[in-house]
């Protein structure tokens, strides 16, 4: 599968969409949870605010925040694929009183007005953009002046660097020894071997802080999380 490829990335999350959230529990040992509510503590969700959730997946984290905007708030959650969105329906379905809306779509092209959002956050997807400088700018075009947006993801670390040669190291052993095995026993083995081809053509931590400069972002940092395998982009509109 070549990554980018917006029909292959589509048809690859319609089939795990099934296993999906099983799996990154598993994969993360549940930590998943932990660098989401980190992404959601520094987009501060206030009640009253409309929030984008783009590649919204099966709907984990727009529910969070849909319980965060009440009252008079909504969440919109957008995603490529419509399997993921199916699940995501049916969560929501159970809390009907959490003010959220599911779309399909293209995060790179919402179609959505300018200014529509109060913030935003993108978890695993910008990786999977055919062109993540053109996702940062339509991020930023949806963001009202001072929005906020978290953007988490795996990091890619610097291998010139003696402590990024280490994390990429480190990273690799993970991604080989651990996540394509358990994936290989839920019969997805090519769909998560697709993770480390994703990471090499996947902007540095300070490549997308640099994108988002060009995108027209005000601020924006790159934190890096859990020793540097995950990195939050924490942006300001």
């Known amino acids: 599968m070549r990554p980018g490829d917006p029909q292959a990335v589509r048809d690859l999350f319609e089939q795990i969409a099934p296993a999906y959230d099983r ?78 809306e599911w779309r399909q779509g293209d995060a790179q092209a919402t179609g959505l007005a ?49 402590a990024g040669a280490v994390v990429a190291g480190f990273q690799r052993l993970y991604l080989r020894r651990l996540v394509v095995p358990l994936a290989r026993r839920a019969g997805l083995e090519p769909h998560y071997a697709y993770l480390e081809e994703s990471l090499r053509r996947f902007p540095t931590g300070p490549e997308q802080e640099e994108l988002a400069r060009t995108a027209g972002f005000a601020w924006g940092r790159h934190r890096l999380l859990a020793g540097g395998q995950m990195g939050l982009l924490q942006l300001v509109a």
């Open 114 to 162: 300018k200014g529509w959002a109060d913030g935003a956050v993108m978890a695993y997807g910008l990786r999977n953009l055919p062109d993540p400088a053109a996702g940062l700018a339509e991020l930023r075009r949806l963001l009202k002046t001072g929005g906020r947006a978290a953007v988490l993801d795996f990091n890619r670390p610097d291998p010139a660097s003696p």
């Open 23 to 100: 799996l990154n529990d598993a994969l993360s040992l549940g930590l998943h949870r932990l660098w989401k509510r980190q992404a959601v503590a520094w987009l501060q969700p206030g009640p009253g605010q409309r929030l984008l959730d783009l590649c919204c997946g099966t709907g984990d984290l727009a529910l969070v925040l849909a319980g965060k905007v009440r009252p008079g708030g909504l969440v919109l959650g957008l995603d490529a694929a419509a399997a993921p969105l199916e699940l995501a329906r049916r969560r929501a379905a159970a809390q009907p009183w959490l003010p959220v």
